[in-house]
């Protein structure tokens, strides 16, 4: 399920250190965004979601905040760890028929021990 | 573990040639959408079907076509295979797909076509 071969921005950290992804999202009709970690040979793996009424929403370890105004998304990462190595997507979503997901192009965060 | 199940893991064809991909949903889930993820374009919208009704298309080529059976589960079908269609393939299934909900993928299919 790895992304190799794609051009993808890297992230490269030290393990223990706080990592922000960035997004820019297309479409400001959008609603509803996540967050999808994809380790490789897996498929993606839901991280974190945000609505489009809310700023910032926490989880374990994670954090998004959501900027309308310039469509941008981030993703932090407190105390990041080895096994947080993966591919990183934001994706989009649009109240239309389907709910659908429009992905970003993604991030490749590496963690140094 | 997603619930989401695929297969087969890995498929190896000819260009000319026709395949079809599985995938069973999560228990309860009515909604399957089907994604591709090749090397240039990374993950793309294919299809989507909700309790057995085509709802939504995205970038799906002619010559792929889909179908949700009653049992849930879903079948994409690629047919008159080219070099470009090699990628991995990604079912994702979510409780409705009326609203805003989590879609669990699966492992993926990885096609190749020679």
């Not at chain 1, 991280?47 to 009424?53: E, G, L, T, V, W």
Request: hydrophobic share 35%; glycine share 8%.
């Amino acid at each position: 399920g790895e992304s190799v071969g794609l051009h993808l921005p890297t992230l490269s950290v030290q393990e223990g250190d706080n990592s922000i992804i960035n997004c820019a999202y297309s479409n400001s009709a959008s609603d509803y965004f996540i967050w999808y970690k994809q380790e490789s040979g897996k498929g993606p793996q839901f991280i974190i979601d945000i609505r489009s009424n809310m700023d910032k929403r926490q989880g374990q370890r994670v954090t998004v905040l959501l900027n309308k105004t310039v469509k941008h998304l981030s993703l932090q990462i407190a105390a990041t760890q080895p096994g947080d190595s993966a591919v990183y997507f934001c994706a989009e979503n649009m109240e239309d028929s389907s709910y659908k997901l429009i992905f970003g192009s993604g991030t490749r965060l590496l963690v140094r021990p | 573990d997603s619930g989401v199940t695929q297969t087969p893991k890995h498929l190896i064809t000819a260009t000319g040639q026709r395949v079809t991909l599985r995938c069973s949903p999560r228990s309860g889930d009515l909604s399957v959408y089907w994604y591709q993820q090749s090397l240039d374009q990374g993950l793309q919208f294919l299809i989507q079907y909700y309790n057995g009704e085509e709802r939504a298309k995205g970038n799906i080529l002619e010559r792929f076509s889909a179908q949700q059976f009653p049992d849930l589960h879903s079948e994409l079908n690629l047919s008159s295979l080219e070099l470009g269609d090699s990628a991995l393939y990604f079912c994702a299934s979510s409780v409705r797909g009326l609203s805003y909900n989590e879609q669990f993928f699966g492992p993926g299919t990885r096609l190749t076509v020679l």
